[in-house]
């Protein structure tokens, strides 16, 4: 069950968003394994995807026909990833584009695919194929909780959120969704996410708040330490709210939009966390003065993909020298461990680099049992401080992952 995340269907409408679901039965029938997302023509799309060297066919499609032209349509497929697929790949991903422009008279590169699920097989596409009519038959713009379900893999359950915000008079309003719990570590992760204004933004505008905020959230979250072939992180503004149009940093309304689309992609990413692949604790690793943010990611990551430490938290065991090693295997040069102190919530574990006077395994292991805890270093060297989510490994992550292709 995931960490403390209960289902969000309450969505708001993007005005400028239709959406179409439908059931391909790529690898199952009980729910959408196609989504597509049909955009105003006033639309603004910017995105953010995997920097695997193996990066899917989509994904490779996405980034060149995100470049080339307006943005229409994005077509997502889940069940099969459509990487490791060569040529035939990149051609069958093709073929669902041109096949959504002809079908709505737009060009190819105005359509962008999107592909989540079982790496190195190819996309059966008869199915797609006969299944893209009907997803586009009937769009809708309060289909969001059905997209959630649709991008769904090995997530126990749909993952969004909604806002909206007064500006001038104006209400502005988001929505998004994600997908995401295994094969999760950046940059970015084997995620899906969509998040829609309606506030009018200029592209290159959106698309250094799309990097931004993703690099603050999507690019913070790890489960087991893989990055994946095929995370993509979508963000649109319809530009149909009557609102001046952004176009610089220095409008009124650029801080508070992106404010309130900072807490829509803080949301999603740690809904990904939540529901991480049997996870049963959502933990945050806080690392605090350092000399600068490289180091103090470093050493957030290194502890965060400790197999060691995160056994331990799925224990409940507050063997905090677990801890400690791999803040000293991080790789940060001249380290001084004596200069550092590590918490437990607020519990100190380490003390000017040794177990802290007055510590006890009681409220250490009282800490390691809640459902949520945060891991504080404090290196004592710097002023640069980042912060990492990620969860336990439990028993039923080995299961999970040794059963996925059956």
Same mark, same amino acid.
């Given at each position: 069950?995931?960490?403390?995340?209960?289902?969000?269907?309450?969505?708001?409408?993007?005005?400028?968003?239709?959406?179409?679901?439908?059931?391909?039965?790529?690898?199952?029938?009980?729910?959408?394994?196609?989504?597509?997302?049909?955009?105003?023509?006033?639309?603004? !799309?910017?995105?953010?995807?995997?920097?695997?060297?193996?990066?899917?066919?989509?994904?490779?499609?996405?980034?060149?026909?995100?470049?080339?032209?307006?943005?229409?349509?994005?077509?997502?497929?889940?069940?099969?990833?459509?990487?490791?697929?060569?040529?035939?790949?990149?051609?069958?991903?093709?073929?669902?584009?041109?096949?959504?422009? =002809?079908?709505?008279?737009?060009?190819?590169?105005?359509?962008?695919?999107?592909?989540?699920?079982?790496?190195?097989? #190819?996309?059966?596409?008869?199915?797609?194929?006969?299944?893209?009519?009907?997803?586009?038959?009937?769009?809708?713009?309060?289909?969001?909780?059905?997209?959630?379900?649709?991008?769904?893999?090995?997530?126990?359950?749909?993952?969004?959120?909604?806002?909206?915000?007064?500006?001038?008079?104006? !209400?502005?309003?988001?929505?998004?969704?994600?997908?995401?719990?295994?094969?999760?570590?950046?940059?970015?992760? !084997?995620?899906?996410?969509?998040?829609?204004?309606?506030?009018?933004?200029?592209?290159?505008?959106?698309?250094?708040?799309?990097?931004?905020?993703?690099?603050?959230?999507?690019? #913070?979250?790890?489960?087991?330490?893989?990055?994946?072939?095929? =995370?993509?992180?979508?963000?649109?503004?319809?530009?149909?709210?009557?609102?001046?149009?952004?176009?610089?940093?220095?409008?009124?309304?650029?801080?508070?939009?992106?404010?309130?689309?900072?807490?829509?992609?803080?949301?999603?990413?740690?809904?990904?966390?939540?529901?991480?692949?049997?996870?049963?604790?959502?933990?945050?690793?806080?690392?605090?003065?350092?000399?600068?943010?490289?180091?103090?990611? #470093?050493?957030?990551?290194?502890?965060?993909?400790?197999?060691?430490?995160?056994?331990?938290?799925?224990?409940?065991?507050?063997?905090?020298?677990?801890?400690?090693?791999?803040?000293?295997?991080?790789?940060?040069?001249?380290?001084?461990?004596?200069?550092?102190?590590?918490?437990?919530?607020?519990?100190?574990?380490?003390?000017?680099?040794?177990?802290?006077?007055?510590? !006890?395994?009681?409220?250490?292991?009282?800490?390691?049992?809640?459902?949520?805890?945060?891991?504080?270093? =404090?290196?004592?060297?710097?002023?640069?401080?980042?912060?990492?989510?990620?969860?336990?490994?439990?028993?039923?992550?080995?299961?999970?992952?040794?059963?996925?292709?059956?």
């Amino acid at each position: 069950m995931p960490v403390n995340l209960s289902v969000f269907d309450d969505f708001n409408t993007i005005e400028g968003i239709k959406i179409g679901t439908a059931n391909a039965g790529i690898k199952q029938t009980s729910r959408p394994d196609i989504v597509i997302f049909e955009l105003a023509e006033t639309a603004s !799309t910017a995105g953010i995807f995997t920097e695997n060297a193996f990066c899917a066919a989509p994904v490779q499609i996405s980034k060149k026909h995100l470049a080339a032209a307006q943005t229409r349509y994005l077509v997502i497929n889940t069940g099969n990833a459509n990487a490791g697929t060569g040529k035939g790949g990149f051609d069958d991903a093709m073929a669902i584009c041109q096949a959504v422009a =002809d079908e709505k008279g737009v060009s190819v590169e105005q359509v962008l695919p999107f592909s989540t699920g079982v790496i190195g097989e #190819r996309l059966p596409m008869t199915k797609i194929l006969q299944a893209l009519p009907k997803a586009l038959a009937e769009p809708k713009q309060d289909a969001w909780f059905d997209a959630s379900r649709g991008i769904m893999t090995t997530d126990t359950q749909p993952k969004g959120m909604s806002s909206q915000f007064e500006f001038e008079g104006q !209400t502005i309003s988001i929505s998004g969704i994600s997908k995401g719990a295994g094969m999760i570590k950046p940059n970015m992760a !084997t995620m899906l996410g969509y998040i829609a204004t309606d506030a009018p933004v200029e592209k290159s505008l959106l698309q250094d708040l799309c990097f931004e905020l993703g690099n603050k959230s999507f690019n #913070r979250i790890s489960i087991d330490g893989d990055t994946s072939t095929n =995370d993509s992180c979508m963000l649109i503004a319809t530009g149909t709210a009557k609102v001046e149009a952004l176009t610089n940093k220095e409008q009124p309304l650029y801080a508070v939009l992106k404010a309130e689309l900072e807490k829509i992609f803080l949301y999603l990413a740690h809904a990904i966390v939540r529901d991480g692949e049997g996870a049963t604790k959502f933990v945050a690793i806080e690392v605090q003065n350092c000399e600068n943010q490289k180091e103090a990611l #470093r050493i957030a990551y290194t502890v965060a993909h400790s197999p060691l430490v995160k056994t331990a938290l799925f224990a409940s065991d507050a063997n905090w020298g677990r801890i400690l090693a791999a803040v000293g295997r991080s790789g940060v040069r001249e380290m001084i461990v004596e200069d550092i102190n590590i918490f437990l919530d607020d519990v100190c574990i380490v003390e000017n680099g040794a177990r802290a006077h007055g510590y !006890t395994e009681a409220a250490g292991s009282k800490v390691m049992a809640q459902s949520e805890l945060t891991i504080r270093i =404090d290196m004592g060297r710097g002023k640069a401080c980042e912060t990492v989510w990620t969860t336990d490994l439990s028993h039923d992550y080995v299961s999970i992952n040794a059963d996925y292709r059956s």
